[in-house]
């Protein structure tokens, strides 16, 4: 079983920066990619950013990069988000999920995720 734990939310200006964390505790070789997925009210659930484990190689939905960087420390078993020049349309529950996944295919698809945090909501005013 792997425990995910995010903080860091809030509420921001826009054009202001956020950094969210995700804490992995439990059977950390069981997954060896975390990924980030935000869901606004009455959308679905979208692919936010990758990283795998081992070597740090990330994975970013295309209408995020530039703004948002994923990173990890192994030595902390977390993964951080750092979002950057934030807008009203950022506005969020930010989740983090876990999953192993064999070659990089598949890290934006919430289905191949088994293990989801409880969401920290980002709040970004106009």
């Known amino acids: 079983q792997v425990h995910l734990v995010e903080s860091g939310g809030g509420l921001v200006q826009a054009g202001g920066s956020l950094r969210l964390a995700c804490a992995a505790s439990?059977?950390?070789?069981?997954?060896?990619?975390i990924g980030w997925f935000r869901q606004a009210p009455g959308k679905e659930r979208e692919f936010v950013a990758a990283?795998?484990?081992?070597?740090?190689?990330?994975y970013g939905a295309d209408s995020m990069k530039g703004r948002f960087t994923i990173s990890r420390d192994n030595a902390k078993n977390t993964v951080y988000l750092q979002m950057s020049s934030l807008k009203p349309e950022d506005t969020a529950v930010y989740y983090c999920?876990?999953?192993?996944?064999?070659?990089?295919?598949?890290?934006?698809?919430?289905?191949?995720?088994?293990?989801w945090g409880q969401g920290t909501q980002v709040t970004v005013s106009s």
């Open positions: 999920a876990a999953t192993h996944l064999i070659g990089s295919g598949g890290t934006d698809r919430k289905e191949n995720y088994s293990y």
């Open positions: 439990g059977s950390i070789f069981s997954f060896n990619i």
């Open positions: 990283i795998k484990w081992s070597d740090g190689s990330t």
